[in-house]
Nanobody, 121 residues
Framework: VQLVESGGGSVQSGGSLRLSCEAS????????LGWFRQAPGKKREGVAAISSGGSTSYADSVKGRFTISKDNAANTLYLQMNSLQLEDTAMYYC?????????????????WGQGTQVTVS
């Protein structure tokens, strides 16, 4: 599975961004999908996950502000980010795996993309 993120950029505090992740090589339907992020000098942090059945999970730090969704027909994963804060600045990666627990805390994934930068100022 190849994953390609897009939609990152620079935004002012309180603003919104929508990240997208297109997959090729396999169908999204059977995968657990997620987003994680990493800022310079900080540990990787799980952000959100969505199961093959559509159940969603969020890190406490983004709950109520971020929404994960997917379009199986388009093989695309999304992360709608609202009320962005300075601490949301990071490289954001989408990820996929068939196996394992599917929740926002997951940090180990079989597949992930090259990342898209989100900068909040």
């Amino acid at each position: 599975v190849q994953l390609v993120e897009s939609g990152g950029g620079s935004v002012q505090s309180g603003g919104s961004l929508r990240l997208s992740c297109e997959a090729s090589g396999d169908t999204y339907k059977r995968y657990c999908l997620g987003w994680f992020r990493q800022a310079p000098g900080k540990k990787r942090e799980g952000v959100a996950a969505i199961s093959s059945g559509g159940s969603t999970s969020y890190a406490d730090s983004v709950k109520g502000r971020f929404t994960i969704s997917k379009d199986n027909a388009a093989n695309t994963l999304y992360l709608q980010m609202n009320s962005l804060q300075l601490e949301d600045t990071a490289m954001y990666y989408c990820a996929a795996d068939v196996y394992g627990v599917c929740n926002a805390n997951r940090l180990a994934w079989r597949y992930w993309g090259q990342g898209t930068q989100v900068t909040v100022s």
